[in-house]
């Protein structure tokens, strides 16, 4: 078994996660009336708006926090073009994938979705807490853009929990105990586990 995150990385992405999730299901509260049984559960309308705001907020500082943390990991390098032309190897079989280091382009494409739509949502947000101090076509774009960024925000999720889960067997364990096979790492990091490996020879 190799460990491939530690307890602040897991902490880290599950709070993101949490806060994220916890947004988009009381938004949806909000946004239609068939979800109403959401706000009713929750304590109405008003309590959910503010678990809404705060959850928000937490939301807001985890991902500042992902940033600082997973930037260097995620910056695209020359063979992740390789990577995406052969579809990383979901879309049909194929033996000549680049070797990945930790994140392959697929993953670092989330990861920058995240940061660039989260922080949409996030200023968007800021806004409509109170809308009335802003120009009225400022508001009105806040809310559309809101919207816009949730929808894209949600579609890019599922997938994401897909191939956590189901997609790509072994992975979430990544995210639960930070430890996978060697297995796992050979097909998904190897470059990684490469230099794993060659440090702990070091080492030792």
């Not at 937490?58 to 992740?80: N, P, Q, R, T, V």
């Not at 392959?104 to 494409?109: D, E, L, V």
Request: with cysteine.
């Amino acid at each position: 078994m190799v460990r491939v995150t530690d307890p602040v990385e897991r902490i880290a992405h599950w709070i993101l996660a949490g806060s994220c999730l916890f947004c988009l299901l009381t938004g949806l509260g909000f946004m239609f009336h068939s979800w109403s049984i959401i706000p009713t559960i929750l304590g109405g309308y008003y309590a959910t708006k503010w678990m809404h705001i705060f959850s928000g907020v937490i939301f807001s500082f985890s991902l500042a926090y992902g940033y600082i943390m997973w930037k260097k990991d995620c910056e695209f390098e020359k063979d992740d073009l390789g990577w995406i032309l052969q579809g990383g190897g979901y879309l049909w079989e194929t033996n000549k994938l680049p070797p990945v280091y930790k994140y392959n382009a697929g993953q670092k494409a989330f990861f920058w979705f995240l940061i660039v739509f989260g922080t949409i949502i996030v200023v968007s947000g800021l806004i409509m807490w109170n809308p009335l101090i802003f120009p009225v076509l400022i508001a009105r774009w806040a809310y559309m853009l809101h919207a816009m960024s949730v929808f894209v925000l949600a579609s890019f999720i599922v997938v994401h929990i897909y191939l956590g889960t189901i997609g790509n067997p072994g992975t979430v364990s990544a995210m639960i105990t930070g430890w996978v096979t060697k297995a796992w790492c050979e097909t998904h990091c190897p470059r990684w586990l490469a230099e794993r490996d060659k440090k702990l020879e070091v080492q030792s």
